[in-house]
């Protein structure tokens, strides 16, 4: 059997983003509370996306969101990495939210900040092991509100997206 370079290619990335999304998974959690979620995106899915990232950079004046759609059109796969906004329930030992406790954050529509912090561990992760098997990536929040925009993660409103590219020069390096 002969399997040529393109395919193979396209089996690492794909092998690759179900790693990282168990590297998600496993990455520590505050209070070891698991609000995160991840999604492979490839194809008509991938290209709805983009599509978003083009709507959502037109409507906001915003051209950064153009070339990030241009990048993830060059990209074989995307990983999303969606956080719930739940709370841990930690009141005032906390405040890190700067509310005087949980449901003070929650009366006022807050953020828990153990929800992002859980995140960014985990996207750490997941690119760190993306590194590791030679996968170019990029974390891009425009992949996010994009994903979030066309409801992607049901309950999970904050979303970050991760592409992923095999090819002869990293589409995430020069972005002007």
Avoid: W
């Amino acid at each position: 059997m002969i399997q040529h370079s393109k395919s193979s290619e396209e089996q690492a990335v794909m092998n690759a983003a179900y790693a990282a999304c168990a590297a998600v998974r496993t990455a520590p959690k505050a209070c070891g509370v698991d609000n995160l979620e991840t999604v492979v995106v490839t194809g008509e899915d991938k290209d709805r996306i983009t599509a978003e990232m083009r709507r959502l950079g037109e409507k906001n004046n915003a051209p950064f969101f153009l070339r990030d759609a241009s990048n993830v059109d060059k990209s074989q796969a995307v990983i999303l990495a969606g956080v719930s906004e739940d709370r841990r329930g930690l009141n005032e030992l906390c405040g890190l939210c700067h509310f005087e406790d949980c449901t003070a954050c929650e009366e006022a529509n807050g953020c828990c900040i153990h929800n992002y912090l859980d995140l960014g561990i985990a996207l750490g992760s997941a690119v760190s092991l993306l590194a590791d098997r030679r996968i170019d990536t990029r974390i891009m929040f425009t992949i996010g509100q994009a994903a979030a925009s066309l409801g992607l993660i049901p309950g999970h409103p904050v979303i970050m997206g991760i592409p992923l590219s095999v090819s002869g020069k990293s589409p995430f390096f020069d972005r002007g």
